[in-house]
């Protein structure tokens, strides 16, 4: 029997297809490569000593979806595939709306048909919005101020209803609060195609001279120092979530949701403060404006993960920076040769 990783090219994909290897699961992985990259599989394989079926095909293909189906016995999906800026979701909601919702609807419709009825969900806090408190519940109000956000929360709508038409459907709906890092061996990262939107692949640039200085995106929010505040989580221990949610929906039936973080927010001042620490790497910043949507501090309360599934994220923002840092150092052009 293979878990199915659709997405399994791209970040957190990459790095939850090498936890499920070394943990003795059989992968088989597709990927449009919209995002991902082939090198991340084959750096993936190299890392675990054992190789995987790769399928270069997009989820809105039915017909080349239905071929992996019959050519695999699949026990399992781990569905990460989507596309993920927040921006870009507001300037081509079509596109976003179609790839992540048609997609999955396409995915959903296959699994049925091959008797397929347990998922592991990519879900975001982005499903939450502006949080009226911190840490945030997995029962907190759902908000979400954008079409990617939008994307995610309908997702888990339609989940949640196709359980209740057949009951034999298990789902886990992983909220993640801030992904950053890297696998320790630096061989498998956070590769964006374009200039990062996301602190910490900024801030590797930054690092690694490809840029000049951070743009700190406003000092006047309602927290410690005055600047946004997140729940940075460490990518490995996330990927080793979605190993404990899979044990979940394999043995169970129903559909739950869990928030995947640390629980302890850090500000973008003490991101920087810890990554020069960590790396010796001078980063340079100033402040602008505070960017569109922004909002003053989100982090997560993870009693549910911890006590449901037996997780609990265990790097620290050190490792996170140092792991991101490593990666960057050791492939400055991330995975172009
Ligand atoms: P990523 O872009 O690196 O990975 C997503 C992968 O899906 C890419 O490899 C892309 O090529 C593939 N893909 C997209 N649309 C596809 C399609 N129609 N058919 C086949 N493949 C397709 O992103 P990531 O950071 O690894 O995120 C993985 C998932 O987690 C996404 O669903 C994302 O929305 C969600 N998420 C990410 C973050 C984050 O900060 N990275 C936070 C919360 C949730
Ligand atoms: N920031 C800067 N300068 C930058 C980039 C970011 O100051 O160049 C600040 C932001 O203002 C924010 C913090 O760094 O305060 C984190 O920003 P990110 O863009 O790294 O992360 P976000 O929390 O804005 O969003 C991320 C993902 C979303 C996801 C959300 C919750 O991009 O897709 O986390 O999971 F929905």
Redesign the pocket.
């Known amino acids: 029997m293979s878990i199915l990783v659709t997405g399994g090219a791209g970040y957190i994909g990459s790095h939850t297809c090498l936890e499920l290897l070394n943990a003795g699961y059989e992968i088989v992985v597709i990927d449009n490569l919209s995002n991902g990259k082939l090198e991340a599989m084959n750096r993936v394989s190299e890392l675990a000593k054992t190789d995987f079926k790769f399928y270069k095909i997009d989820l809105l293909n039915k017909k080349a979806l239905e071929t992996v189906f019959s050519e695999n016995n699949i026990e399992a999906v781990i569905h990460f595939a989507g596309l ?3 921006n870009e979701s507001i300037e081509t909601p079509l596109h976003y709306y179609h790839n992540n919702i048609t997609g999955t609807l396409v995915l959903c419709q296959t699994m049925r048909e091959y008797g397929v009825k347990k998922m592991v969900f990519s879900s ?3 499903v939450y919005g502006i949080p009226e408190n911190v840490p945030v519940t997995e029962d907190a109000p759902l908000k979400p101020t954008n079409p ?2 939008r994307t995610k929360l309908m997702v888990e709508e339609i989940l949640r209803d196709l359980y209740v038409s057949d009951n034999n459907w298990s789902v886990a709906l992983l909220r ?3 992904p950053i890092g890297a696998h320790e061996s630096g061989r498998i990262g956070e590769d964006p195609n374009d200039i ?5 692949p ?1 801030i590797n640039q930054v690092a690694i001279g490809k840029r000049d200085k ?5 000092k006047d929010y309602d927290t410690h120092d005055g ?4 729940d940075y989580i460490h990518v490995v221990d996330l990927a080793k979530g979605h190993l404990k949610a899979l044990e979940k929906v394999i043995s169970t039936t129903g559909v739950d949701t869990f928030n995947l973080g640390t629980g302890v927010g850090y500000s ?1 001042l003490d991101v920087i403060k810890n990554y020069e620490n960590t790396t010796s790497q001078k980063i340079p910043y100033i402040f602008t404006h ?2 569109m949507g ?1 909002i003053d501090k ?1 982090y997560a309360e993870t009693t549910k993960a911890n006590k449901k599934l037996g997780w609990k994220a265990t790097k620290s923002l050190e490792d996170m920076c140092l792991d991101a840092w490593r990666w960057q150092k050791n492939n400055p052009n991330g995975y172009a040769k």
């Open positions: 993920k800026s927040v975001s806090a982005n990617y956000g993640y609060f801030n990062p939107n996301n602190l910490i900024y951070l743009n700190v995106f406003g600047t946004g505040v997140r973008v505070r960017r922004d989100c």
